[in-house]
């Protein structure tokens, strides 16, 4: 399998006489991996929504910060930066407990609207990568890299570009797991935090899981591991030495779960979410441009077709996305959204040439652009909520994979 994977993104070329305009139509990914060769990546952004806040008012650098609810609400605290960790407080704790911890906390309102763009900024790196991503929340995602774009046969080559890629572009760090299956890919990315990188091969993953506190593995919880501490479980080599029916018994179906995971089984496919609707259109050029009069009459005619297109499919969108790969592949995406009405001819072009002179003067001066990209989303008619993005690992999703297989 393999060869026939290039067309995975449904991308349709149409001969326009001048050039190529490719429009994608950016669908599911049906493509699945050899379940005994591949190559697993899972990408965990650190302390993620507290590390934007940093990111983006340099004033909380090197402070404990914790995202979440004001100490005298009853909320509870959504990120906290590793300063406020090192007071002893976690996610999930309620306000006012961190806050007796650490009364000089800086506490800062959650910007969900904020994460969720600089989520969709790295996913946009994953995809320079693979189209076979599959987002657990907003900061993690298992990408399968058996096979991809750039080629290489290095899932921990992959994951370390993708690494130094998100810094480059958003200034944040993400930690990585690489492994053969999801389970260990993701147990991988939480041995080196933050900014880590740890691989778990076939060769050294039973030595890995024998010392392997239980509890870190996903979906055991604070009853389940109580349950499994009573049974004298608590290291991997403990649950390794239990016979199925034993656990069957104890666990139920969950049972099983726990006797394949433990012997690294895991055969659960990552599987890509369906993309957001978004309509796109892009462009790579014969030669590389540097910013000037050819650049723009190209981002011109990329506007003109994208706009032809939204009228053809009478669409009203919001959010405007620029993508720009310069001579040396490395790519970058912006994008603006309307706080009021939607994006007309006018303003599409307006929007795309102002992004494009902010990306190749002000940002990257100098550097050559191979391709141009367009693209529209969050369209007026579409629901605000974004379910794929905010997925979860279900427990119970889980077991019924793990059941079934
Ligand atoms: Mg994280």
């Not at 029916?245 to 369906?274: E, M």
């Not at 706009?307 to 053809?312: E, V």
């Not at 040396?328 to 309307?338: E, M, N, V």
């Amino acid at each position: 399998m393999g060869e026939n994977l290039a067309g995975l993104t449904g991308s349709q070329t149409a001969d326009t006489g001048l050039y190529n305009l490719t429009i994608l139509i950016l669908d599911t990914s049906l493509y699945m991996s050899d379940p005994l060769v591949r190559k697993i990546i899972h990408l965990d952004m650190d302390a993620f929504y507290a590390s934007v806040e940093m990111k983006d008012n340099p004033d909380l650098q090197g402070k404990p910060v914790i995202v979440g609810g004001s100490p005298q609400s009853r909320g509870v605290v959504s990120a906290a930066s590793y300063e406020a960790r090192k007071f002893g407080i976690r996610s999930a704790m309620p306000c006012s407990r961190a806050y007796r911890l650490c009364p000089k906390a800086v506490f800062v309102k959650p910007r969900f609207h904020r994460y969720q763009e600089v989520s969709r900024q790295i996913h946009e790196i994953f995809r320079v990568y693979t189209d076979i991503i599959e987002p657990l929340s907003l900061d993690e995602a298992w990408l399968d890299v058996t096979i991809n774009h750039i080629d290489c046969p290095s899932a921990t080559w992959v994951a370390q570009r993708i690494k130094k890629d998100i810094l480059n572009e958003t200034g944040l760090t993400g930690s990585a797991g690489i492994s053969y299956n999801k389970f260990l890919a993701k147990i991988a990315s939480d041995e080196r935090k933050p900014d880590g990188l740890f691989v778990i091969t076939p060769d050294n993953s039973a030595d890995f899981l024998r010392e392997m506190d239980v509890k870190k593995i996903p979906g055991v919880g604070k009853v389940t591991n109580s349950k499994l501490q009573s049974l004298g479980i608590e290291k991997g080599f403990q649950l390794f030495e239990k016979p199925e029916d034993y656990l069957k018994n104890h666990f139920g179906k969950f049972g099983h779960y726990l006797y394949q995971i433990i012997r690294g089984i895991d055969h659960r496919p990552v599987s890509s979410y369906r993309e957001r609707k978004s309509l796109g259109i892009e462009n790579t050029f014969k030669e590389d441009y540097l910013y000037g009069t050819e650049l723009k009459s190209e981002l011109d005619r990329l506007a003109e077709g994208l706009s032809k297109r939204m009228r053809k499919k009478d669409s009203r969108a919001r959010t405007l996305g620029l993508k720009v790969k310069f001579h040396d592949f490395h790519q970058i995406t912006r994008s603006i959204t309307l706080q009021q009405g939607i994006l007309d001819d006018a303003m599409i072009s307006k929007l795309a040439h102002k992004k494009l002179a902010e990306v190749t003067e002000a940002e990257y001066p100098g550097k050559r652009v191979r391709l141009l990209g367009l693209s529209v989303s969050n369209f007026a008619d579409e629901e605000k909520e974004d379910v794929s993005l905010n997925r979860q690992l279900d427990m119970f999703d889980l077991l019924e994979i793990m059941g079934s297989g």
